[in-house]
């Protein structure tokens, strides 16, 4: 293949590079050359590059994937790769780049639209990469595992590669928004941002504290959505229009049609069809009917806005589907044998890690509390002379006040006492390990199943379960709705299980009434 843009710089950096050897001494010196000659070429024809400095991650992702020569042959162009990273000729980042390993996280993340950043950056993504030594140091000074401190440094690579795609620097907002992306693309939000706070602190030469990086991490839940830029001016005057306490969970479901549109190198609500829209709704995730449908009625009130403001026309509108859910599903509380087990673990000997586990359980299974409400409980919510909780609901933006049942009382004194230890946070459950940060949901489902001997259950289960046993009591509807913060009884139905004894009490008697079996 002949290269028209193969320039002298790129000759003199492959023949240093093959005449230092600095490869194993299996690989001929022909072979090596031949395969590196192949690597640029490929580059430099495909996306006109003329010097190893105009290299992007999405062209090595590109030249990877369509590399016809077996792994072991493309791994020779890897170690050419890793030379000119080492060498200056490309960004440091790109040393990441030569191993397939982190390949799938890579080319996930090059779907995040740059247009989502608001603010200018200042940090180089070289300068940035340039810290990865200070911040594993900076961790183990403060105990974080090698676990940890190795998943931290894969959060700043990948970030660097971000950064070098799209010609952008760091900031602390183009953090938040670049985590929270990739908490929705690949789930790592946490343990990748740690030490890209840490790099950007060590960066600009600022002092670093626990204390700021559980500030920032934890404000990145708080962050609204980042529409892109195009989407901005609907989004805010929809917001205006509605007015309603729920928008952020309507939002997130306009997020989605948004993200969906720009994959599809949507720019402007003007370029949607009938047949993206159908597109759209096809590969909907929601794993139930009563879900999907949900999701789809958020859209379609939003597309209709659109409509009324003449952005789309309304037969556009139609192309989503108006099949209102009719799937009933048997609600699912905890069994017998599941609430002995429960109760089992809470009254044993448990360690820290259980001992907060139990206060979890016990707020789930006696007091309600959704497991998202669980994980933001604050102290100053709970009220031990009153025995109340006073807290806003995640889900609604609803303040609720609820009674707060003895041994719950109890649960929560003895975690605070004997295993939350003094740290200056004021969320009620934090890690266990440094930097002692407020839970995630993760550890719901992460939990030694165990110990428990019975059959697998969810916290959501432990809300129904509550539910029920109100109902079972003798509870009206009413009162059910105002514990569980619902707005009105229209939407308790879906956490109550009747059980057999009610089932019965439904039938009518047939006693005096004369029967023949024929």
Known sequence: MTSYYFSQKMQDALESYISCRCWTNSVDESSMKKYCNEFID????????????QLKPSH?????NQCSTPWKYVSYSAHFLKYLAENKHTSASFEYMTSRIGFPYIEKQLQISPDLFKEEGTVSADSLYSTIDSVKSVMKQFD?????INIAVKGIKLYCLYLQEFNLKASIDSIYIWIKEIDRIIGRKCH???????????????????????????????????FPKWARSWIDKYEDFRKLQCLHTEKSHIYRLISFLSQKNIVSFEQITPQLLIDFYLQDEHSTPGGKHASTLEVKKFLIFLAENKIIRFSVVAALPNNKANSVRPVKILSQEQIDAIKEFCNSELNTKD??????????????????????????????DE?????????????IKIPLPESVLNAICDYLETDRGNYENDRLLLGVNAPHAPIQHSIFQSYDKTKFNCSP??????????ATSLMNAGVNFQHIAELLGHSGMGTVHIYLS???????????????????VV
Do not use: W
């Open 192 to 226: 990748f941002g740690v030490g890209i706070f840490f790099a950007l602190k060590i960066a600009t030469n600022e002092e670093i504290s626990l204390d700021d990086y559980v500030h920032h991490i934890h404000r990145i839940s708080e962050r609204p959505l980042a």
């Open 498 to 516: 009747a059980s057999e004894t009610m089932l019965r009490d439904c039938c009518l008697s047939l006693d005096g009434i004369d029967s023949e």
């Open 42 to 53: 490929i580059l430099s024809n495909n996306f006109k590059v003329s010097q190893f400095s």
């Open 355 to 384: 001992s907060r586990l139990r206060v979890a359980f016990e707020l789930a299974l006696l007091a309600g509390l959704r497991q998202v409400d669980i994980v933001n409980l604050r102290l100053e919510n709970i009220s031990p």
């Open 60 to 64: 090595i992702i590109s030249y990877f």
């Open 457 to 466: 259950f969810s916290m959501h289960m432990l809300r129904k379960t509550f």
């Open 387 to 399: 025995m109340t909780l006073t807290f806003f609901q995640k889900k609604t933006k609803k303040q």
């Open 144 to 148: 974080y595992s090698q676990v940890a």
